[in-house]
């Protein structure tokens, strides 16, 4: 490959798809207007990730003491936490459910003793009263089940040993149980599919590109200059990483101004926009295996339907059985986009990391097939 | 049987640096678009290849460029083979192709100046050769437009300007005055004629006879494959006792009506 050739053709791939309405449509209007009209449509405007988590406390401490009443205290005065009373566990739980709090904490009914025999004699663990305090939490926020625990438990040290970074204590924080929260907008949900599901359209593109290319002759001209097919096809793969990363910006903006503000950091930005790269090349790949297999325009557009419909049904916002969606390219970028931005996965995460593993080596892969396969058949 | 240009011209030509196809095959299947053809072009020559419908010319060129491979025979250009040194061939060739082959969302100039960026032109030159291959042929007020809304006329003519942007030693055009109106077509035989003062090899394919007649040095013509004839126009006129060059063409190629290329 030659750079200037590379460059020279890149210049001409995106000037051609930027001018010509209909692929201009394909590739960014649609999922420009596709993410405004589900943005307005499933309610996201408004709504915003939350930075503080409501906490709702069942006081059931039947002792004299003011322990569980310091501790609520505590809890309402940490500026991550907002408290909300219960007196009834079911309504807790409802309300749990139906994503109105984040967490529920139920105080025994000997709290007050416990907390009072560590206060009497703190250095003698055999003379305290055991107790333990019970947990729900919202499941569909990996920052509530990683974060909430653990600040709890801060709370309850600080309100015992006031300035203690650790300590034992006589109260421990039982397993919390999961419960899944509806809270977030559909959209929410929706969000993270968009980004696969824009990409998805260049296999469109890249097979109707080609095929037009060998119809009215151009690859034959061009194939006269010094270009090699690997100049040809790697314009291809560059410009269309071009359009993805540009594609990425549309969601994320159109997104954004529709509500969905995921609370994460600049590297889960930029860990989605690799991705959406990345998802780019398993695109140029069908693509050109679907323009391998097309002997028209016409037949590029409806045999790329063969890889766009699965593509989208199995791996995008359309909610199946993961096991399913994991046949699919698109299903990996999904989770990861949703990893990061719903669940609050960190980018260097196990999962976040196996999803781009999967996707580089699929991606790679139906590239590499489609790269062979044109260069065989399809270019002649 | 072969026909050789010998045995027609009467002479041998020296193809150093020329254009040498010795024994060129090109089959389809059992169909034999190119048969036995052999045929010297001389360095600075221009030479018309004629023919009816399915003759075989478009498959010679095509060969020429390196678009197909001989089935046998040899084929070299400047003194390169096509088939082993094609990317040596391709530093010196400009392909104007029977299809008006531009790409219909780059402007016209656009389009120019991809094919000279193909070719590795440094960018002072090829702003220079750009815009002097425009004004030469009368693009200028036309070449800021997308392509897609050109005439066949304007078309044809971007698509030459494309073949000429890197200053080829041969160049190759497959029926380049197809869809012009006369105006054009005289202009671009003047240009051509220039090409040719330069020293460029010029390879032309036409159902003009008058074009062919007006520009090439020599003339040959293939039928079914096969070279039938081969000389200059008053030297085919006068074997075939013709007055003009196109009672010539039906003389040697019949009145029959043929079926398109392959």
């Not at chain 1, 919202?138 to 309850?156: A, R």
């Not at chain 1, 690859?219 to 993805?244: C, E, F």
């Not at chain 2, 003009?244 to 079926?259: A, H, P, Q, S």
């Amino acid at each position: 490959m030659n750079a200037k050739r590379l460059y020279a053709l890149v210049k001409k791939d995106l000037k051609s798809t930027f001018r010509n309405p209909a692929t201009l449509f394909m590739v960014i209007i649609f999922p420009l207007v596709l993410t405004l009209a589900f943005g307005l449509s499933f309610g996201a405007i408004g709504a915003r990730m939350e930075q503080t988590y409501d906490v709702g406390v069942i006081d059931n401490d039947a002792t004299t003491y003011s322990w569980s009443r310091d501790f609520t205290a505590s809890i309402d005065a940490n500026e991550m936490l907002n408290v909300v009373q219960y007196s009834d566990i079911s309504i807790a739980q409802r309300d749990l459910a139906e994503g109105k709090i984040d967490a529920i904490i139920a105080i025994p009914a000997n709290f007050g003793n416990a907390c009072q025999s560590f206060v009497d004699d703190p250095s003698d663990p055999a003379s305290w009263t055991n107790t333990s305090l019970v947990l729900a939490l919202d499941s569909g926020s990996m920052i509530i089940t990683q974060t909430l625990p653990p600040v709890l438990y801060q709370v309850l040290l600080e309100t015992l040993v006031p300035g203690a970074s650790s300590a034992s204590l006589p109260v421990s924080l039982g397993l919390p149980s999961l419960v899944s929260a509806e809270k977030r907008s559909q959209f929410d949900y929706m969000a993270p599919g968009l980004y696969a599901f824009a990409g998805i359209f260049l296999i469109m593109i890249v097979a109707e590109t080609f095929v037009e290319q060998k119809e009215k002759g151009l690859l034959k001209r061009i194939n006269v200059t010094p270009a090699t097919a690997a100049d040809v096809i790697g314009s291809q793969a560059i410009s269309n990483l071009v359009l993805a990363a540009m594609q990425a910006g549309v969601i994320l903006g159109i997104s954004t101004a529709v509500g969905f503000r995921p609370d994460v950091g600049v590297d889960a930005y930029f860990m989605v926009f690799i991705m959406s790269m990345v998802f780019s090349l398993c695109a140029v790949g069908c693509g050109l295996i679907t323009a391998t297999l097309s002997k028209n325009t016409g037949m590029a557009t409806g045999l790329s339907f063969v890889f766009i419909i699965p593509l989208i049904f199995l791996g995008t916002f359309v909610l199946v059985p993961s096991d399913v969606g994991q046949l699919v390219p698109s299903y990996y970028f999904t989770d990861a986009v949703t990893s990061l931005f719903l669940r609050g996965a960190p980018v260097g995460s196990s999962t976040v990391m196996l999803d781009l593993a999967v996707l580089v080596a699929v991606s790679a892969g139906l590239f590499l097939a489609g790269v062979l396969l044109y260069k065989k058949l399809g270019s002649k | 049987m072969m026909a050789r240009e010998t045995l027609i011209h009467g002479q041998e030509i020296n193809g150093a640096g020329g254009i040498v196809i010795d024994g060129l095959v090109k089959r389809y299947g059992d169909i034999v678009a190119v048969d036995h053809l052999c045929l010297t072009i001389e360095k600075g020559e221009f030479f018309a290849l004629l023919g009816p419908n399915g003759a075989g010319k478009t498959t010679t060129i095509k060969v020429l460029c390196g678009l197909l491979n001989p089935t046998s025979g040899n084929v070299s250009i400047g003194g390169f083979d096509v088939q082993g040194e094609m990317g040596k061939i391709k530093q010196n060739i400009g392909v104007c192709p029977q299809e008006s082959s531009i790409f219909p969302y780059l402007t016209g100039k656009e389009n120019v100046e991809l094919f000279g960026e193909l070719h590795g032109l440094p960018k002072a030159i090829l702003k220079d050769r750009v815009s002097g291959i425009l004004g030469k042929l009368f693009l200028e007020d036309h070449a800021g437009r997308i392509a897609q809304k050109y005439s066949g006329g304007l078309t044809k003519r971007v698509s030459l300007a494309m073949a000429l942007v890197n200053d080829p030693a041969f160049l190759f055009l497959d029926e380049p005055t197809v869809a012009m109106d006369p105006q054009s077509r005289r202009a671009i035989w003047e240009y051509l004629k220039e090409l040719k003062a330069r020293g460029k090899t010029i390879v032309l394919t036409t159902h003009y006879m008058e074009e062919a007649e007006h520009l090439a040095d020599r003339i040959g013509i293939i039928d079914r494959g096969k070279l039938i004839a081969l000389g200059t126009p008053p030297q085919l006129m006068e074997a075939n006792g013709c007055k003009n060059f196109e009672d010539v063409f039906i003389k040697l190629t019949g009145r029959d009506m043929r079926k398109e290329e392959v």
